[in-house]
């Protein structure tokens, strides 16, 4: 097949392709589309095309994503969304090779996830109920956030269907259209039930002025109809403020890590905690372990006879 004149039109079609044949999230897309329009743009101002660069090229490239001072999951990111366009073409006849197949990444730091504590967490619950004009809407977002670990793209977009019928396990749709069943907590059950109230009164009212009934369980007035991660990120933020919480402590992510700690702390298995968050690699879940080695090796430091000092 030949190739297309434009790099846009490459980075164009390899999206139509990633979104038709993998159901790829709409977050990846758009990180797919800057990290390889950033390559693009590089490559025109050195009269480069993507059917010419070399393996050599890619690494010039990589290098002077450093150069700038871009992190290194960034620049991970960048080398794998530049192997993807690559592959593509490939397969597609684009090119007789893959320039980048054999160049390595960077490699992340293994950093140890940032949690909270129970009692944070409880703090934060509390301050759902009470803060604000949409206790009920709150208290069901952090209810469910922290009975499932769900991803917060997971949470604001969930169908009201999936609520429906007091469900004792959740149908999440996560990254690449992957579906998981989470449990669900008897606070979590509650919590929706309260919503579910609230908010079958406020579409009730809705329609009598021809609104048209939403088919998200936490509806907004967003572009995309439901509530956005943006404005979640805010509401987080003020709960923790609230609570009595520093809010740079306080995230979603933050409270999806706590819900796999608090988890494995209890003595939750392992591969259950994986399945639960949708980790497609165990290797992903594995870091909590390291959360809860730190606090065993405290504990005993602490606490452990032979670990204090002894005195004449």
Not at 201 to 219: C, M, N, Q
């Amino acid at each position: 097949m030949t190739a297309p004149s434009g790099m846009m039109h490459w980075i164009q079609s390899f999206l139509e392709a990633q979104a038709a044949e993998l159901d790829a999230a709409t977050n990846t897309q758009l990180a797919y589309a800057r990290d390889l329009k950033d390559f693009a743009d590089w490559l025109d101002r050195r009269k480069i095309h993507f059917l010419d660069a070399d393996r050599t090229t890619i690494e010039n490239y990589l290098i002077s994503c450093e150069a700038e001072g871009l992190a290194v999951s960034t620049r991970a990111r960048r080398l794998s969304a530049i192997k993807q366009l690559y592959r593509f073409a490939f397969e597609e006849g684009w090119r007789s090779d893959n320039p980048a197949v054999q160049i390595k990444g960077p490699g992340k730091p293994k950093r140890l996830p940032k949690t909270l504590s129970v009692e944070d967490v409880d703090r934060l619950l509390h301050a759902a109920r009470t803060h604000g004009r949409d206790t009920a809407r709150n208290t069901c977002l952090m209810e469910l956030l922290y009975a499932t670990g769900m991803r917060v793209t997971e949470l604001v977009s969930l169908p009201i269907a999936a609520a429906r019928g007091n469900p004792q396990m959740l149908l999440v749709r996560g990254k690449g259209g992957k579906e998981r069943m989470v449990p669900l907590s008897a606070a979590a059950l509650n919590a929706i039930s309260d919503w579910l109230d609230v908010r079958d009164t406020a579409e009730d009212l809705a329609k009598r002025k021809g609104i048209p009934a939403s088919k998200f369980l936490f509806p907004s007035r967003s572009k995309d109809g439901h509530l956005t991660r943006h404005r979640f990120f805010a509401l987080i933020k003020e709960l923790a403020v609230a609570a009595g919480i520093s809010p740079e402590r306080v995230t979603p992510h933050t409270i999806r890590h706590a819900f796999a700690t608090h988890l494995l702390a209890g003595g939750a298995d392992l591969r259950a905690i994986q399945t639960m968050l949708g980790h497609a690699d165990l290797a992903t879940t594995e870091i909590y372990t390291h959360v809860l080695d730190d606090r065993l090796k405290d504990l005993v430091l602490t606490h452990h006879p032979l670990s204090k000092k002894r005195t004449t």
